[in-house]
């Protein structure tokens, strides 16, 4: 199967290097507006011309959300293209062939790679013959294949940023608060791990704990004098809120 990668960011670096490891995929060009006209270390052509690229069996768009319509109406060859977006619709695409999503469940990032064994990857496409051709690449990645529409992408978007974004701006305040007093951040590592371990073992809702969940406001409030003048202050008690208010019932 021959395909082509449209971007260099952290998706699209990370999925070159694992495409890259499988036989029965070739990678005919690699497309960033920054690349000069060159081979990588592993041989594969780079191009800075969408006009350049060769007809092949997928083009995987790996871009920013914000840039999808712009550079997929700029991509001239008619081979079946894919973004890998969770909150864009397949027909934001403006390619002239036919269009499809190509969506992993996980965070990508330049400090670690991914594993890709066994990642469900959600995908859509607009017509059978190019369902199975993502169905049968998601395969020889050795992940898992989600059917799945736009609208439910969308939620499960929401989630993801939730428990991703969301939960690493926590540990990224939590870890100020332990720097600025001198606190080891690895003193939270079991909890952070055990907390991780419960939310997908058991219910995550059961398994609240804590002040806001006590409706315990003596403690929240000594809390938050120990943010007074931090900006983190107004989400804590913003969090603190929801919780109770969750929970009254």
């Known amino acids: 199967m021959n395909i082509n990668i449209i971007g260099r960011g952290n998706v699209a670096s990370q999925f070159v290097k694992e495409f890259n490891k499988i036989p029965k995929l070739k990678i005919l060009h690699w497309y960033s507006r920054s690349f000069k006209k060159t081979l990588d270390n592993n041989g594969i052509e780079r ?22 319509k712009k550079i997929s109406k700029k ?22 062939g036919g269009k499809g999503v190509f ?3 996980q965070t990508f990032s ?26 049968n690449l998601i395969k020889l990645l050795g992940s898992k294949p989600v059917l799945m529409n736009s ?5 499960l978007h929401l989630s993801a940023t939730i428990v991703n974004n969301f ?5 990224a305040n939590a870890k100020d608060i332990c720097t600025e007093n001198k606190i080891p ?6 909890l952070i791990n055990e907390t991780t371990s419960k939310a997908i073992s058991f219910s995550p809702k059961k398994n609240q704990t804590g002040p806001a969940k006590r ?17 983190f202050k107004k989400v804590y008690k913003t969090l603190s809120e929801s919780i109770i208010k969750y929970y009254e019932n």
């Open 47 to 68: 191009t800075n011309n969408l006009k350049e690229l060769k007809a092949a069996d997928i083009n995987f768009l790996m871009v920013s959300d914000d840039v999808i």
């Open 75 to 96: 991509i001239i060859n008619k081979t079946f293209t894919v973004h890998s977006s969770g909150i864009h619709n397949l027909e934001e695409l403006n390619n002239k």
């Open 103 to 105: 969506y992993p469940i």
């Open 110 to 135: 330049k400090v670690k790679d991914v594993e890709f064994k066994n990642l469900p990857i959600c995908i859509e496409s607009d017509n059978k013959d190019d369902y199975l051709k993502l169905k």
């Open 151 to 155: 609208n439910k992408r969308k939620h």
């Open 167 to 171: 939960t690493n701006h926590l540990y």
């Open 185 to 190: 951040f690895v003193f939270l590592k079991n």
């Open 215 to 231: 409706n315990d406001i003596d403690t929240i409030n000594k809390h938050l004098e120990l943010l007074e003048n931090k900006p």
